[in-house]
C-alpha cells in the first residue's frame, strides 16, 4: 500500500513541475481579472482542470448565464469521460464504487496518461499517489501566479507552455515506436486535429469527435490482440 | 461575488460528475474486443489530438514552437524520460526565442 503510493508519488513529480507553471499562468489571470488570490485558489482546488477552468472563468467575468458556463465545461472536459472509461479497464478490480468516486477527482490528462503508462492494473494508493503533488503545484502555482502577478516574465512563462505538450509528445511516441497500429492511429489523429483546426467547430468537441471516430476506425479495422490491451 | 462562486461551483460540478459517471458506472472488465480495443487506442489519440497542431502555437512565436516540437519528437522517440524530454524542449524554446 505505502510502496505503491510512493512510487505514484515519485511518477507524479515531473507532472507537478509542469502543473506549478501552467497554474501560475492561470494565477495572473484571475488577478489581472481584478479577483484574489484566495478566489484563484478555491477554482483550482475545485476544478483542477487547465483548459476547462480558463474557458469557464473568461465566461464568469463576463458574467454569462450558469447554463452557457455548464455547457462549457462540459463539452470542453467531456474527453475526461473517455478517460474515465479507459481507466475502468486499469483500476483493480477490487477498487469498489465510493474508491472510484474519489480517485475520479484526479482525472485529468496528465494523471490519465501517467496512470495508463503503469503496468498491470492501478491501486487507489498508486492513484492517489500520482494525483498528490500535481495537485498540490496546481493550487501553489495558482496561488503564486495570483500573488506575484507580473513577477514572472513573459519570456520564461512563453517556453514554459510548452512543457505538458512536449510530455504528451513523450508518453506517445515511444508506443507509436513499439506497435505499428498505434503509429496508425497517432497518425490519423494528427491530420483530422489539423483539418479541424479549419472547420468552425470548438476544440472541445473536435477532441471528443476526432478521439472517438479515429479509436472506433482503429477498433474495426486493427483490433488490438487480446495480450496486447 | 456571489456570482462568481456559483459560477466555480457549477464548473466543479459538472467537471466532476463527468469524471466520475464512467468511473462509477462501469466497474465490471469488458470482454468484447472491439470494445477493448477502442479503450486501447483512447489514451494515445487523445493525447495526440490534443498536442497536434496546438504544440505550435502555445509559444509566442510559430517558429520556436516547430523548432520545440521537432526537438520533443526526436527525444521523445528516443524513449527518453518525460521530464527530460519536457526540459529540452522548454530550453530549446526559450534559447530559439532569443533570436527571432
Known amino acids: 500500500m505505502k510502496k505503491e503510493y510512493l512510487q505514484g508519488l515519485h511518477d507524479g513529480i515531473p507532472v507537478a513541475i509542469g502543473y506549478l507553471s501552467v497554474s501560475f499562468a492561470f494565477g495572473m489571470m484571475v488577478q489581472q481579472g481584478g479577483y484574489s488570490p484566495w478566489l484563484a485558489l478555491f477554482i483550482s482546488m475545485t476544478n483542477?482542470?487547465?483548459?476547462?477552468?480558463f474557458a469557464g472563468f473568461n465566461l464568469m467575468m463576463q458574467m454569462a448565464?450558469?447554463?452557457?458556463?455548464?455547457?462549457?465545461?462540459?463539452?470542453?472536459?467531456l474527453r475526461y469521460a473517455l478517460m474515465s472509461l479507459s481507466?475502468?479497464?486499469?483500476?483493480?478490480?477490487?477498487?469498489?464504487?465510493?474508491?472510484?468516486?474519489?480517485?475520479?477527482?484526479?482525472?485529468?490528462?496528465?494523471?490519465?496518461?501517467?496512470?495508463?503508462?503503469?503496468?498491470?492494473?492501478?491501486?487507489?494508493?498508486?492513484?492517489?499517489?500520482?494525483?498528490?503533488?500535481p495537485y498540490i503545484g496546481w493550487a501553489t502555482g495558482t496561488f503564486l501566479g495570483a500573488?506575484?502577478?507580473?513577477?514572472?516574465?513573459?519570456?520564461?512563462a512563453s517556453c514554459m507552455n510548452i512543457a505538458l505538450y512536449a510530455m504528451f509528445i513523450a508518453i506517445i511516441l515511444p508506443q507509436a515506436r513499439a506497435e505499428k497500429n498505434k503509429r496508425i492511429a497517432i497518425?490519423?489523429?494528427?491530420?483530422?486535429?489539423?483539418i479541424?483546426?479549419?472547420?468552425?467547430?470548438?476544440?472541445?468537441?473536435?477532441?471528443?469527435?476526432?478521439?472517438?471516430?479515429?479509436?472506433?476506425?482503429?477498433?474495426?479495422y486493427f483490433p488490438i490482440q487480446e495480450d496486447e490491451v | 461575488?456571489?456570482?462568481?462562486?456559483?459560477?466555480?461551483?457549477?464548473?466543479?460540478?459538472?467537471?466532476?460528475?463527468?469524471?466520475?459517471l464512467p468511473l462509477v458506472l462501469f466497474t465490471k472488465k469488458i470482454e468484447n474486443q472491439t470494445v477493448k480495443s477502442f479503450l486501447a487506442y483512447v489514451p494515445c489519440v487523445v493525447l495526440?489530438?490534443?498536442?497536434?497542431?496546438?504544440?505550435?502555437?502555445?509559444t509566442s512565436h510559430w517558429l520556436s514552437g516547430v523548432i520545440g516540437a521537432s526537438v520533443a519528437i526526436f527525444f521523445g522517440y528516443q524513449k527518453r524520460s518525460l521530464v527530460e524530454v519536457a526540459i529540452i524542449a522548454v530550453v530549446t524554446v526559450f534559447i530559439v526565442e532569443r533570436f527571432i
Open chain 1, 48 to 53: 483542477v482542470t487547465s483548459a476547462g477552468q
Open chain 1, 65 to 77: 448565464p450558469y447554463i452557457e458556463i455548464a455547457m462549457t465545461t462540459l463539452i470542453i472536459n
Open chain 1, 187 to 194: 497518425v490519423l489523429a494528427v491530420i483530422c486535429s489539423c
Open chain 1, 196 to 220: 479541424a483546426t479549419y472547420l468552425p467547430i470548438s476544440s472541445g468537441w473536435a477532441i471528443i469527435g476526432i478521439t472517438i471516430m479515429v479509436s472506433l476506425f482503429m477498433a474495426i
Open chain 1, 147 to 156: 500573488w506575484f502577478s507580473g513577477l514572472l516574465p513573459d519570456a520564461i
Open chain 2, 1 to 20: 461575488m456571489t456570482q462568481a462562486i456559483m459560477s466555480i461551483v457549477v464548473m466543479a460540478v459538472v467537471t466532476y460528475l463527468v469524471r466520475m
Open chain 2, 48 to 58: 495526440a489530438t490534443m498536442t497536434f497542431p496546438a504544440i505550435f502555437s502555445c
Open chain 1, 87 to 133: 481507466l475502468t479497464q486499469k483500476f483493480d478490480e477490487k477498487m469498489n464504487r465510493i474508491k472510484r468516486a474519489i480517485c475520479a477527482y484526479g482525472v485529468t490528462d496528465e494523471i490519465f496518461a501517467l496512470a495508463m503508462q503503469r503496468d498491470g492494473s492501478v491501486t487507489m494508493s498508486y492513484f492517489m499517489g500520482l494525483f498528490t503533488l
